[in-house]
């Protein structure tokens, strides 16, 4: 079964907006959770990432939230413009399992309309 | 991050015959990993390379239909064999240093079988 749930599965939001994408996991060993981008035809790109000791992270327009007690994080991207029409997917890893053993979220497709 | 080359970047092949991907990274890693990533889907995690020893296969992936190879700490192989248009998927390589904490991606090789 999927480790990590993500959604909305696809996202519209106009240039200047918000979007926000959410996931949740159940296993309470992960300890890492990288945020990644893919643009058509291309591999996934790290675009940021969180440990648990801190509840946000904020790298330019992209900030990611965690809760813990809840067990979700969340990207927030921020003044969305139509260049952050990509697919985006969540992950997450723990340091007690084989190194590099990520558990990727669905991925959500985001269209920046202009 | 490591730059990260792989070949072929798109290829259709027939069903019943195999392809070789090679994956060259521009510096030393540590850690490299072979991705499936199906159309429209997220990404599966198919194998850990091992230099000099057999691949770490995950839960439904077999040696026999997708072997590896890693000579050095720079290069691996994926052979995708005997392929079925079920093999048709964008096939990522993935690198990270032991030392650190997240993955990097090739630009991924896409499999057409007819």
């Known amino acids: 079964q999927q480790q990590v749930k993500q959604s909305p599965q696809s996202l519209i939001v106009q240039k200047g907006g918000i979007s926000i994408i959410n996931c949740a996991y159940e296993?309470?060993?992960?300890?890492?959770f990288p945020w990644y981008q893919q643009f058509p035809g291309k591999g996934p790109a790290l675009l940021i990432a969180?440990?648990?000791?801190?509840s946000e992270k904020k790298e330019g327009r992209f900030t990611i939230s965690f809760n813990k007690s809840a067990k979700q994080f969340s990207l927030h991207i921020m003044d969305s413009q139509p260049g952050d029409s990509a697919t985006y997917f969540c992950?997450?890893?723990?340091?007690?399992?084989?190194?590099?053993?990520?558990?990727f979220g669905a991925g959500t497709q985001v269209v920046v309309t202009p | 991050s490591a730059v990260i080359s792989q070949k072929p970047s798109r290829d259709i092949c027939q069903r019943g015959t195999s392809l070789t991907i090679q994956c060259q990274v521009d510096?030393?890693?540590?850690?490299m990993f072979w991705y499936r990533q199906q159309p429209g889907q997220s990404l599966t995690l198919i194998a850990t390379?091992?230099?000099?020893?057999?691949?770490?296969?995950e839960s439904g992936f077999v040696i026999d239909k997708f072997p590896i190879s890693r000579p050095n700490l720079t290069f691996s192989t994926l052979t995708v064999s005997n392929m079925s248009p079920e093999d048709s998927s964008i096939y990522l390589c993935?690198?990270?240093?032991?030392?650190?904490?997240?993955?990097?991606f090739g630009e991924g090789s896409w499999l057409t079988v007819v």
């Open positions: 993935s690198v990270g240093q032991i030392s650190g904490n997240t993955i990097y």
């Open positions: 510096s030393q890693v540590t850690m």
């Open positions: 390379a091992n230099q000099g020893s057999e691949a770490t296969y």
């Open positions: 992950a997450a890893s723990s340091s007690a399992d084989s190194w590099g053993k990520f558990q």
């Open positions: 969180i440990r648990p000791d801190v």
């Open positions: 296993n309470t060993a992960f300890d890492y």
